[in-house]
């Protein structure tokens, strides 16, 4: 189960003067139950990498699959449409409806549904996204917080029931209590078996949420893998034009002075027993 995807390029405008190639070679699988989080610099192609696994762009090459089935042309993108939500960039600035309801009835509703099944799909999804029915669904978008108008924006994203999200730089402009709550969310989706792809620019949101972690640099993918490993492969990081972990640059500095890590990047408590445990090892 998942959204595969091998050898996927894209390019703008291609056999125009202004054709530009902005993704090539990807080879990339978002499984079910897990969370990918999508790291790389402004201008790597994540976004475009977003549109283009949840069927709202096209590749212009590769092969793609979904839950086992190839992809292909129209059909390929309806299917990925119906079983992937999508949450844009700055997805409050879609709000549209005259009040949270309405807003999130749209896309159940596009799909036929009607009555109370509707009524029911709306606050579930309102629920899920952490805003209570009773309070939030007939106020107006434009007064809520932005926090709220992003969970409101998400719930719109949720009472489709995606087997898979994409997000594209949920937390961003979110303080730490709307943070916590979007990292709840994301967990209880993850616990219902949907799969997740989380762009993201935060290490500290990585090393919470993540399963694996993808880098994309100029529009490849040069380092994935389990989060431990990427979070610690300090080089590499770097030549995508990313600052490692605070963490990782300061074990690193450790490891020139002769004390000995893993290679992996623990968390801060495991890391303050290494440290301590290396500093009464060193017989300081
Ligand atoms: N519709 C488009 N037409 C032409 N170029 C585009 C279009 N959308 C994005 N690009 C270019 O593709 C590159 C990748 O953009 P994007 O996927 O938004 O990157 P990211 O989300 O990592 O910042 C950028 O250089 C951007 O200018
Ligand atoms: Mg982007």
Redesign the pocket.
Known sequence: MGILLRDVALT??PGTP?S?E?LSCIDLELEAGEILCLV??????????VHIMGGLLPATCGEMALDGKSLDGRGGMRALRSAVGVLM?SPERQLFAETVEKDVAFGPRNRGVRGEDLAAAVRGALASAGLDPEEYAFRPPFSLSGGEMRRAALAGVLAMRPRYLLM?EPSSGLDLPGRRLLYGILEKQREQGVGILL?THDWDEVELLADRVAV?SQGRIPLQGEKEAVLAAAGELEAAGLRPPAMVAVLAELRRRGLVFPACLPSPAEAARLIDGALKGAGR
């Open positions: 703008y405008l202004m530009r902005v790389g610099r402004t201008g790597a192609g994540k976004s475009t990498l960039q594209d762009v994309l």
